[in-house]
């Protein structure tokens, strides 16, 4: 963003389309006209419109670039933010979302109403043609459309990797974005009151018992808030002789939280504990 800001400053920032061998212009067609030393009038220069920056993604980076350069270029530069919805989602809360201690609504920021100077394109990125410049994106509608762009961020942060292990697609549910914490909470609420009302052990054993695989950030919150929602759950509606909901959290790594301090790891690990989830390390699927 350095090179960018720099540029947008001092007006050096070309534009394709631009005359030759002359800097753009941020000002009204026509300034520029000069009269000749001798009376005569110069060449009317063309009119060179604002840069076009296309900014792919409002995940955390891509959310604090549009409002850094919307601050930083003052209307010199038409900035488009092209993304699946109008919000940005505070990831981290995600999993509190999915324990029901957290509306929706509190973890997510309306891109419209804090990005006022931005132009919002909702759609998700098909491609980008180097060579012409542009963007090219499909709708919620799935209606197909272009960006052009003079400068281009793209910042479409991960996805869910589906490894090859058998079941996986069809049996296993991903935790990247507010539809899918809302659908974890309702599927564990369904699958307690399942358990509550069968008969069979094995029904019973299989409803109660949740697995969280990767032991992240994400996953240890999952497993942590799960554990505590389930528990509260059959407070209000006992399981069968009284047996506990369970949690297992599972990663190929030697310790929870391996990206972290291991202190820190530590810590997490004995609260996990402490709550009841059934930590295993070192253990693939």
Known sequence: ???????????????????????????????????????????RRRAVSRPRIVIVGAGFAGYRTARTLSRLTRHRAEITLLNPTDYFLYLPLLPQVAAGLL????????????????????????????????????????????????????????????????????????????????YLRDHVTRQMELAAAADDPKSRSARRTFVVVGAGYTGTEVAAHGQMYTDAQARRQPLRDGVRPRWMLLDIAPRVLPEMDERLSRTADRVLRERGVDVRMGTSV
């Open 1 to 43: 963003m350095g090179d960018l800001q720099r540029e947008l400053y001092d007006g050096t920032l070309r534009v394709p389309g631009g005359d030759d061998g002359n800097r753009p212009t941020f000002g009204h067609p026509g300034q520029g006209d000069a009269e000749g030393s001798r009376g005569t009038r110069q060449p």
């Open 103 to 182: 509306e929706p609504r509190r973890v997510t920021v309306s891109l419209s109403g804090t990005l006022p100077r931005i132009r919002l394109v909702l759609g998700e990125a098909d491609g980008i043609d180097l060579d012409e410049g542009v963007v090219r994106y499909t709708d919620p509608e799935g209606v197909s459309g272009t960006l052009p762009y003079d400068r281009l961020v793209v910042a479409v942060g991960s996805v869910n990797k589906l490894l090859p292990i058998p079941g996986v697609a069809d049996h296993a549910h991903g935790f990247r974005g507010l539809p899918e914490a809302l």
